[in-house]
């Protein structure tokens, strides 16, 4: 519950000039005063009704004694403290009183101070980011006239700050970085700071960085294992690819922009990984057509010999991260498609306004990829709000695991840096036909050939048996029927009728064969 009594003076409200004097007040504050040797048992007793304050220390000493401040909502008078408690330590109703106690600017902290200096009724400042000694802003319009005074508060209050700025456009240059305007501090722009533990260090003018993102960059970084593959292709300064590579994963990593790439070798270098990371400084679409098509063609030619690994693609540019997955289509021809090609899942980052903005961001992907994506899609998951219904979304997808050649494979989605603007698409082999490696299967085809060989083959199998065992019966009846038996020795008989032949075991013998 607020306690008005504790609040700054209303006659700040409006201030756009940062005045701390005016900000002085005096207000009755309900305390005890107890003897040195006491104060240790006595404190425990009322731990939870003291005055917390910024820079106000609720025990002090005063004469020979100590002072307790206390808070003046829960505590009205002495029936509102444990009075029982406190008499068995010899503390009574005369150790009790209100007294005067005089606040200033430092009793207050940041958020306190610009709520009641900003306008009542219109929204106040709701978040900002850390970068280091570096506080960064977007101010709403009806907050500019007051961009000043915010500065000034938040340097005051804010440990470790030097530097306040704000966003002074929305980003559309070709390298993607946020244009900066300095409202307050040192124009020192080159920081250190730490993401999930891994420390980064460039300047945050000339680069994309956006600590919000960090839960995100930890997601994609732990789904990665050692020997893993990873194709960065808006690496920024290096916040997927410095922790994979630390992770012993096997990077290749892009950015457009020169400052980027300066900065991403020089985290590469800081965090000891660069045996695990190969770094390029060019577009994207030269990238992937490149440097990404090249080395995963040679994984493919090459038979794994070590444990099995998988092949991720991150494209962290919501603003047109989309717009590159053309470059997929016809990237390989079916003759440079193994029969059980390991191929990779893509991230792709990109923004949709809108109600619906997770159906929207599906329309995208595939409008650009030029297919459309059904068992491939691994999934569309939101990421952050960046403005009324405008989101962030990451599609990620891949090919079915027992792809074969001439089958296709799944597109996705994932983030970084910046990188320039799309170039001409492409060109196809026309003389081949051009393997679409992000094709979507049809599960309406044709049988494949290895499943109708297979059926008659065991077909011919089951015939031959069946002919084998009718060869044995025929041996058997041509024994009874043709061979004929040695004759016993000649002994004079009486001439009698020779009986007739015995047909029936024959008659018997043949009526059992299946033909």
């Known amino acids: 519950?607020?306690?008005?009594?504790?609040?700054?003076?209303a006659s700040v409200r409006g201030m756009r000039e940062l005045q701390r004097a005016d900000f002085q007040k005096h207000v009755q504050i309900p305390?005890?005063?107890v003897p040195e040797s006491q104060v240790q048992?006595?404190?425990?007793?009322?731990k939870k009704l003291l005055l917390k304050m910024e820079h106000l220390h609720p025990v002090r000493a005063v004469e020979n004694q100590r002072e307790i401040l206390l808070h003046p909502l829960p505590v009205k008078n002495w029936e509102s403290l444990p009075t029982a408690e406190l008499e068995q330590q010899q503390?009574?109703?005369?150790?009790?009183?209100?007294?005067?106690?005089?606040?200033?600017?430092?009793?207050?902290?940041?958020?306190?101070i610009l709520k009641s200096v900003l306008p009542e009724n219109e929204e106040g400042l709701s978040s900002f980011s850390r970068i280091g000694h570096i506080v960064h802003l977007n101010l709403r319009d009806h907050l500019l006239p007051y961009k000043q005074l915010i500065g000034e508060v938040l340097r005051d209050k804010l440990p470790n700050c030097r530097t306040v700025v704000?966003?002074?456009?929305?980003?559309?240059?070709?390298?993607?970085?946020?244009?900066?305007?300095?409202?307050?501090?040192?124009?020192?722009?080159q920081v250190e700071t730490k993401e999930n533990g891994v420390p980064f260090e460039f300047d945050f003018s000339k680069v994309y960085w956006n600590p919000r993102l960090s839960t995100e960059h930890e997601r994609i970084v732990n789904m990665?294992?050692?020997?893993?593959?990873?194709?960065?292709?808006?690496?920024?300064?290096?916040?997927?690819?410095?922790?994979a590579a630390k992770k012993h994963c096997k990077v290749l990593a892009n950015d457009l922009n020169p400052v980027s790439y300066q900065w991403l070798q020089h985290n590469a270098k800081r965090n000891k990984c660069l045996a695990h990371i190969k770094m390029f400084n060019k577009d994207g679409r030269e990238f992937i057509l490149k440097e990404l098509r090249e080395d995963l063609l040679e994984r493919w030619r090459t038979p794994a010999t070590a444990e099995p690994y998988k092949i991720h693609v991150t494209m962290n540019l919501?603003?047109?991260?989309?717009?590159?997955?053309?470059?997929?289509?016809?990237?390989?021809?079916?003759?440079e498609v193994p029969e059980e090609a390991n191929y990779p899942l893509v991230h792709v980052y990109s923004f949709a306004k809108g109600e619906n903005t997770k159906a929207l961001v599906q329309q995208l992907v595939e409008s650009n990829l030029g297919a459309t994506l059904g068992d491939e899609l691994q999934g569309i998951s939101f990421v952050r709000n960046v403005a009324p219904n405008k989101d962030i979304h990451i599609v990620m997808g891949r090919n079915k695991a027992n792809a074969k050649k001439g089958a296709g494979a799944g597109a996705g989605a994932g983030g970084g840096a910046a990188a320039g603007k799309a170039s001409a698409k492409p060109a196809l082999n026309k003389s081949k036909k051009a393997k679409n490696v992000f094709k979507v299967t049809n599960n309406k085809g044709k049988k494949k050939p290895k499943e109708v060989k297979g059926k008659l083959?065991?077909?011919?199998?089951?015939?031959?048996?069946?002919?084998?065992?009718?060869?044995?019966?025929?041996?058997?009846?041509?024994?009874?029927?043709?061979?004929?038996?040695?004759?016993?020795a000649a002994t004079p008989i009486k001439n009698k009728k020779k009986p007739a032949a015995n047909s029936s075991k024959v008659s018997d013998t043949l009526g059992k064969l299946k033909f």
């Not at 929305?170 to 946020?178: A, K, V």
């Not at 990665?224 to 922790?243: M, Q």
């Not at 919501?318 to 003759?335: I, K, N, Q």
Request: charged fraction near 30%; glycine fraction near 2%; proline fraction near 8%.
């Open 224 to 243: 990665l294992k050692p020997n893993d593959v990873l194709y960065d292709v808006f690496a920024g300064v290096g916040p997927f690819s410095v922790p």
């Open 41 to 46: 048992r006595v404190i425990p007793l009322v």
């Open 457 to 488: 083959k065991q077909l011919k199998e089951t015939v031959k048996a069946k002919q084998e065992k009718v060869d044995e019966t025929l041996k058997v009846l041509h024994k009874d029927m043709v061979v004929k038996k040695p004759k016993p």
């Open 31 to 33: 305390r005890l005063r």
């Open 1 to 9: 519950m607020e306690c008005t009594l504790l609040s700054p003076p």
């Open 318 to 335: 919501p603003a047109m991260a989309v717009e590159f997955l053309d470059t997929f289509r016809g990237l390989y021809t079916p003759e």
């Open 166 to 189: 704000n966003k002074a456009a929305s980003i559309d240059n070709t390298y993607r970085n946020f244009q900066l305007e300095l409202i307050c501090g040192e124009p020192d722009y």
């Open 91 to 112: 503390v009574t109703q005369e150790n009790f009183s209100h007294a005067d106690l005089e606040l200033t600017y430092e009793n207050w902290s940041a958020n306190e």
